[in-house]
């Protein structure tokens, strides 16, 4: 079945160091790949996306990796801030594609100063 | 600047007391949803549309309804509430028929109902 999950709920991090959150999808159909930040008070706010034909896709400050053999999503956040700490959903949508976004259940980012 | 706008941010009503829940995009965007988002269950989609007068039930429908109008305009009906809907509503919206348009959220909707 569907289902987008992550691997850890809650990510502490020092400031100043790289965070890497993780996501496994079970969608083999699958062939886009979206990561969300959501603030508290706020709606989910796109960071990066990555479509299946790629590995590697890099930001501002984030880079998207995309292994489709493992079927394993990761968001790298280079040199986090204090600005950085919220929630991270990952996101899927499958190649017959109704628009509907598949998301995990996120993991909270906690940036120590 | 381009924006999902939806209101009112806070709402508390009372079983069976109908209520809409209005959703606008100024970004010309051809598809929109709503989610509820609820703890450990994540962001569930309740209904989504492609396009003006076209709308088709998601994954938690019941309880629901949607219309489209206008291009616009997304507002998310419920007819009847119940505890049960208590939860955390985003509107969203994207650009239709393009697998890698990512979805724009509004800042959510937080509804109690008694």
């Known amino acids: 079945g569907e289902s987008v999950g992550l691997h850890l709920p809650t990510l502490s991090v020092q400031e100043g160091d790289n965070s890497i959150i993780n996501c496994a999808y079970s969608?083999?159909?699958?062939?886009?790949f979206i990561w969300y930040k959501q603030e508290s008070g706020k709606g989910p706010q796109f960071i990066i996306d990555?479509?299946?034909?790629?590995d590697k896709r890099q930001g501002q400050r984030v880079t998207v990796l995309l292994n489709k053999t493992v079927k394993h999503l990761s968001l790298q956040i280079a040199a986090t801030q204090p600005g950085d700490s919220a929630v991270y959903f990952c996101?899927?949508?499958?190649?017959?594609?109704?628009?509907?976004?598949?998301f995990g259940q996120g993991t909270t980012l906690q940036v120590k100063p | 600047e381009a924006q999902v706008t939806q209101n009112p941010r806070y709402l508390i009503t009372v079983t069976g007391k109908k209520l809409t829940v209005t959703c606008s995009q100024n970004m010309n965007h051809e598809y929109m949803s709503w989610y509820r988002q609820d703890p450990g269950l994540g962001l569930r989609q309740i209904y989504y549309s492609m396009n003006v007068e076209v709308t088709d039930k998601g994954d938690v429908p019941e309880g629901y309804k949607v219309s489209r109008k206008e291009k616009r305009n997304f507002p998310l009906i419920l007819e009847s509430p119940s505890p049960n809907q208590t939860s955390l509503y985003f509107c969203a919206s994207s650009l239709a028929n393009r697998v890698t348009s990512p979805l724009h959220f509004g800042n959510g909707t937080r509804l109690t109902v008694t």
């Open positions: 969608n083999s159909a699958s062939d886009y």
């Open positions: 990555i479509r299946s034909n790629m």
């Open positions: 996101a899927e949508r499958a190649r017959n594609n109704t628009g509907k976004l598949i």
